[in-house]
């Protein structure tokens, strides 16, 4: 549930993959947020409440001149304890985020800020299972303008803390949490043509982890790594072509990885482009799933481990990280003003993965797998905008494989095809109304089958346990690993809102909205002991209002 509040977001760049050499650390994907500063010039708001919960959006300068301004938003659910009246049944969904930030400017341009942020966020069944994942932490990010240079220097330095568990009334208490900080300096370097960036950055984190596989085997894993890398990226306009070269250096606790990077743009004309990406990745950070899970709700996170097993020719790994190659081809097309169309096709190699080892039954097994994966697929979409109509569609088409030496394996991710549809519409006197349709269609995850149960005996008394009148617990047999499939998930959300505007610098609006609008039995947990499942949100009609200041 926790999100950064689209209201003080200031822009999102998603690099699904062949991302520049600015970034580094993942073998997958990117996602770069940041937040707005609070405003120079006045005082302003946005208070909002509805059936699931409320939202609070303050901003402004602290003193005149807008030296130094502030941004606080916090927003919370009560959709736990109004359900039961609103609704006539329990939805067990909770949520508090906060976050703040100072910024002080300076009249060159320079700024500097501080920011804090606190998420909490629980899915409580009772008797069935409890979900909870909290993120907390604190940062500052400067920016330098030097008066007589044409270097831009920036650099940030943060902490941060995230910690999921899942209490399940079948299993055992899941744990895994990771914390540290960071710091990093980048410089830009303006050119006649295009600009050079380069930086370095360095992590510290920790990261605990406790779970049990499908045999039941408890696995806790306790961990310190630190990071180092550093890069330089050159952005060059030439002609109709864009070229950008870059270059990676990655340091890990467990090696080096040097990873080159490039893209290329090229102009055909004014309404067609074609782009080009590709390059090396390294990732330190694990996340890991369970097969005993039909839906994957626990997502651990643990590093890499030093203790690999030996490969199928019996020498160790040189690489102790995971490892990647990226390929992305695409086109872009602007078929009018208001329309344009874009494609994009990919392909990851992941060379080196590692694995928790999900047939470990004892101390003597390898605690970790080596495996390799490829990921592939095309992602096409529809961009319509003009006044009053905003369309935007996309639809992807992806295969997901994972090889561990004895098998090939569709992991839990696999999503075979995925479409999103969005639109709003603006009508009435002065546009005061406005429509908004979300659609979204998914095919099933994998997951593991259950194949059968049986009585396991642990003899906990050693070779004195007497067998033949012991009561063992329940085991279970699951069949091959991600052989099944989850249902299709589509879910239609719809809203209608009113903005009334009642003076200069106020606005109020009205938003009547309906969650799941066709009543979708979507899974969100499935017990396989109790063989219960449990859904997603039903239908929810809903009525709110905000109004901004």
Same mark, same amino acid.
């Given at each position: 549930f926790s999100v950064f509040d689209a209201d003080i977001i200031k822009t999102t760049d998603v690099y699904t993959g062949g991302f520049s050499a600015e970034y580094g650390g993942r073998v997958s994907s990117i996602m770069d947020i940041k937040t707005k500063d609070g405003n120079k010039k006045r005082l302003q708001g946005k208070l909002s409440s509805n059936t699931f919960g409320s939202k609070l959006l303050v901003e402004g300068p602290l003193k005149k001149g807008g030296g130094t301004t502030f941004l606080f938003s916090g927003k919370?659910? $009560?959709?736990?304890?109004?359900?039961?009246?609103?609704?006539?049944?329990? +939805?067990? $969904?909770?949520?508090?985020?906060?976050?703040?930030?100072?910024?002080?400017?300076? &009249?060159?341009?320079? %700024?500097?800020?501080?920011?804090?942020?606190?998420?909490?966020?629980?899915?409580?069944?009772?008797?069935?299972?409890?979900?909870? =994942?909290?993120?907390?932490?604190?940062?500052?990010?400067?920016?330098? *303008?030097?008066?007589?240079?044409?270097?831009?220097?920036?650099?940030?330095?943060?902490?941060s803390e995230y910690y999921i568990s899942l209490d399940e009334n079948a299993s055992p208490l899941r744990e895994s949490s990771i914390s540290g900080g960071s710091m990093g300096f980048d410089f830009t370097s303006f050119q006649p043509k295009g600009k050079i960036k380069y930086g370095f950055d360095v992590y510290s984190f920790e990261t605990k982890y406790k779970t049990y596989n499908s045999a039941n085997a408890k696995i806790e894993l306790n961990e310190n790594n630190s990071e180092f890398s550093a890069y330089v990226n050159y952005l060059y306009r030439g002609g109709r072509f864009i070229f950008e070269p870059g270059f990676r250096l990655q340091k890990y606790t467990l090696g080096t990885s040097p990873e080159p990077r490039l893209g290329i743009k090229y102009l055909a004309s004014d309404v067609l482009r074609f782009k080009l990406a590709t390059g090396l990745y390294s990732q330190n950070i694990m996340s890991t799933v369970s097969d005993r899970d039909v839906v994957n709700l626990f997502y651990g996170f643990i590093s890499s481990p030093e203790n690999l097993p030996a490969d199928e020719?019996?020498?160790?790994?040189? /690489? %102790?990280?995971?490892?990647?190659?990226?390929?992305?081809?695409?086109?872009?097309?602007?078929? &009018?003003?208001? +329309?344009?169309?874009?494609?994009?096709?990919?392909? %990851?190699?992941?060379?080196?993965?590692?694995? *928790?080892?999900?047939? +470990?039954?004892?101390?003597?097994?390898? #605690?970790?797998?080596?495996?390799?994966?490829?990921? %592939?697929?095309v992602d096409a979409l529809v961009k319509f905008k003009s006044k009053k109509l905003y369309i935007w569609a996309v639809y992807s088409l992806g295969f997901i494989t994972r090889n561990d030496g004895n098998r090939t394996?569709?992991?839990?991710?696999?999503?075979?095809?995925?479409?999103?549809?969005?639109?709003? $519409?603006?009508?009435?006197?002065?546009?005061? =109304?406005?429509? /908004?349709?979300? =659609?979204?269609?998914?095919?099933?995850?994998?997951?593991?089958?259950?194949?059968?149960?049986?009585?396991?005996?642990?003899?906990?008394?050693?070779?004195?346990?007497? $067998?033949?009148?012991?009561?063992? #617990?329940?085991?279970?047999?699951?069949?091959e690993l991600n052989e099944g499939r989850l249902p299709y998930y589509h879910r239609l959300d719809a809203s209608i809102s009113k903005s009334i505007k009642l003076n200069k610098s106020s606005i109020l609006d009205m938003t009547f909205s309906v969650t799941n609008a066709y009543n979708r039995e979507n899974i969100f947990y499935f017990n396989r002991v109790k063989y219960e499942r449990v859904d997603q949100l039903p239908i929810m009609p809903s009525f709110g209002a905000s109004i901004t200041f």
């Open positions: 919370t659910s $009560y959709l736990d304890k109004t359900s039961e009246a609103l609704y006539n049944f329990s +939805m067990p $969904y909770s949520y508090t985020d906060l976050y703040g930030k100072l910024t002080f400017n300076a &009249n060159n341009g320079s %700024k500097a800020n501080i920011y804090g942020f606190n998420f909490q966020d629980q899915v409580n069944y009772q008797g069935i299972s409890d979900l909870q =994942w909290n993120s907390n932490g604190l940062g500052s990010e400067f920016i330098l *303008i030097p008066g007589n240079s044409p270097v831009l220097i920036e650099g940030n330095f943060a902490y020719d019996g020498n160790e790994y040189k /690489d %102790k990280i995971q490892k990647a190659r990226h390929i992305i081809l695409g086109g872009e097309y602007d078929i &009018n003003l208001k +329309m344009d169309f874009q494609i994009e096709g990919y392909i %990851k190699d992941f060379t080196q993965l590692t694995n *928790i080892n999900r047939n +470990m039954i004892s101390n003597t097994d390898d #605690e970790f797998i080596i495996e390799s994966g490829v990921a %592939k697929g394996y569709h992991p839990h991710f696999d999503r075979r095809h995925n479409v999103n549809f969005v639109t709003s $519409y603006k009508f009435g006197k002065n546009e005061g =109304w406005k429509a /908004d349709m979300r =659609w979204n269609l998914g095919s099933g995850f994998p997951f593991t089958q259950t194949q059968g149960f049986y009585e396991n005996l642990t003899f906990a008394d050693g070779i004195n346990t007497d $067998y033949t009148s012991t009561n063992g #617990e329940l085991g279970i047999e699951y069949a």
